[in-house]
């Protein structure tokens, strides 16, 4: 059955990386409420209501891409994307690990809206619409490698 | 008349007890019905955006609009593959209960029903097998032959039962993970807001919303364990099925496919050799 195939395999890692990014977003938005609450202003980066609610609206589209890609695995309709799968799963596997050590609520909400213009090009099979957020992704991931390895 | 088709089914229950292997087929088709948490799962699938939509802003209702859609097209195809598994199953059931007296109309149901069900992995040859086989049963009905056909039903559908499992077990894996999100979509959201709802003009709101998240982390927590358990029940039945078919007689290829009509013959003589 093509329902068990190697393709919708593939959407799936992917879809559990979006879904891994989101927690680590989540956590990320859960501290930064509770150092908010804690009026520790000057240690870290705490977030006030609008801020809150905007990152979570990140992880919200986040998860629901992911959840985009699961009706896709599981109804195989997605055809090839001229994209090798590989590097959309190295580069989000990246985002993920940088959204976890992430200090900057500015940094914070630019990479995961790049992460979230990536999948919502995948899931809605719009490769022409890839290309933007792939290149702004690259580029701010490769500023953070700069910054930390300085 | 009555009484006499009562200790014609007592006769035919009793021909079939002696054999064990006909037992354990009725068992195994006794079971189907442990698939039905999958269908109910599929449902909860389908309708995840009815769920989510109040905890939803306005641009994420309109993205999830988009997937709503792709979850409706799609539920149709679970449906058919939870048909398929459990026609098959109660096919064999019926084969080796020896249930002869409504054959004819069951024969008509089970042709008819799966030929509705495009796409499922079940072919006309699968179709026209199984239709022969319960034919011939309605012909010689000693338990001989009974054995024969159910042991014929089993080769012949080893395969396109263990594929419909299999993708089934998968779609509950995508099924849960979507489970996973819609949780994390609406208790996050109120994890998120309780904490600014801390005024003391707000206690009503605070009040409510902390209840509300008790009640959706039962909620949430006790699905998670239903789509664990609907996946170890198609386990189950798989691994009963696949053992059923590992203790097959050998097949002597020329004195079953003589013993058969021929209508048959061709189909499962072709399930016969893997």
Known sequence: MSLTAALPHDLETLADSLSASADELHERIMRGIRQQQRLLGSNGAPLTHGTAQALFENEVALRQQANSLYVDAASHSLEGMGVTLPELLRLAGEAHDTIRRIDRVKELAGISADLLAMAAAIAAARPEHLAAPLESLKKQLAARHARESA | ?274
């Open chain 2, 1 to 274: 008349m009555k009484r006499y088709l009562c200790i014609l089914l007592c006769l035919l229950l009793a021909a079939c007890a002696s054999n064990p292997r006909l037992q354990e087929v009725r068992a195994l088709a006794g079971d189907a019905p442990k698939l039905a948490g999958f269908n109910e799962l599929s449902q909860r699938f389908r309708d995840t955006y009815q769920r989510e939509q109040p905890y939803l802003s306005a641009e994420a209702a309109q993205r999830e609009e988009a997937i709503d859609r792709k979850r409706h097209d799609a539920y149709p195809d679970f449906v058919a593959l939870h048909a398929a598994a459990t026609t098959y199953l109660r096919a064999l059931g019926a084969l080796a209960a020896g249930d002869t007296f409504n054959y004819g109309d069951q024969v008509k149901q089970m042709s008819e029903g799966i030929k509705a069900w495009p796409d499922t992995g079940l072919t006309d040859r699968h179709v026209n097998a199984y239709a022969g086989l319960v034919r011939l049963l309605l012909r010689a009905a000693t338990g001989r032959e009974q054995d024969k056909a159910v042991q014929a039903m089993l080769r012949e559908g080893y395969e396109p039962l263990q594929g419909t499992l299999d993708a089934m077990v998968t779609l509950l894996r995508y099924f849960n993970k979507n489970h996973d999100n819609e949780q994390r979509i609406v208790l996050g959201m109120l994890e998120v807001e309780i904490p600014y709802a801390d005024a003391p003009r707000d206690r009503l709101l605070s009040a409510l919303a902390r209840s509300h998240q008790q009640e959706k982390l039962r909620e949430y927590r006790l699905l998670g364990l239903r789509h664990t358990l609907a996946a170890q029940n198609i386990n189950a039945l798989r691994e009963r099925h696949a053992a059923l078919y590992r203790g097959l007689d050998p097949l002597p290829a020329i004195d079953t496919a003589s013993a058969l009509p021929p209508n048959t013959r061709s189909a499962i003589a072709k399930g016969a050799q893997p």
